[in-house]
């Protein structure tokens, strides 16, 4: 088993920056790819950035160039730096973990607000 937990979510305007954090606990040995999330309200969730185990890193279109996921040494804590945030970012955050086995572990979930 895999436990996530997220930080790093709150209210920010227009243009501005937000860095979330996800540590996570447990058989950290079994992960092959975490990532981050979102859902907007009446949307599907959707993937915004992920990283290998071996450091390949994919983004979603509309973050490319505007957000970077990057990962502690230990492999335990991964991040996403949001820069020029805009409003249609507003969603609530996921942290991903998927398993050598392709089993999904999900965090909580954290609320990312972009307004003026």
């Known amino acids: 088993q895999v436990q996530l937990v997220e930080s790093g979510g709150g209210l920010v305007q227009p243009g501005g920056s937000l860095r979330l954090s996800c540590a996570a606990s447990?058989?950290?040995?079994?992960?092959?790819?975490m990532g981050w999330y979102r859902q907007a309200p009446g949307k599907e969730r959707e993937l915004v950035a992920s990283?290998?185990?071996?450091?390949?890193?994919n983004y979603a279109d509309s973050v490319k160039g505007r957000f970077t996921i990057s990962r502690n040494n230990a492999k335990d804590t991964v991040y996403l730096q949001m820069n020029s945030l805009k409003r249609e970012d507003t969603a609530v955050y996921y942290c991903?973990?998927?398993?050598?086995?392709?089993?999904?572990?999900w965090g909580q979930g954290t609320q990312v607000t972009v307004s003026s």
């Open positions: 991903n973990a998927m398993s050598q086995l392709l089993k999904n572990y």
């Open positions: 447990g058989n950290i040995f079994s992960i092959n790819v």
């Open positions: 990283i290998t185990d071996g450091g390949y890193r």
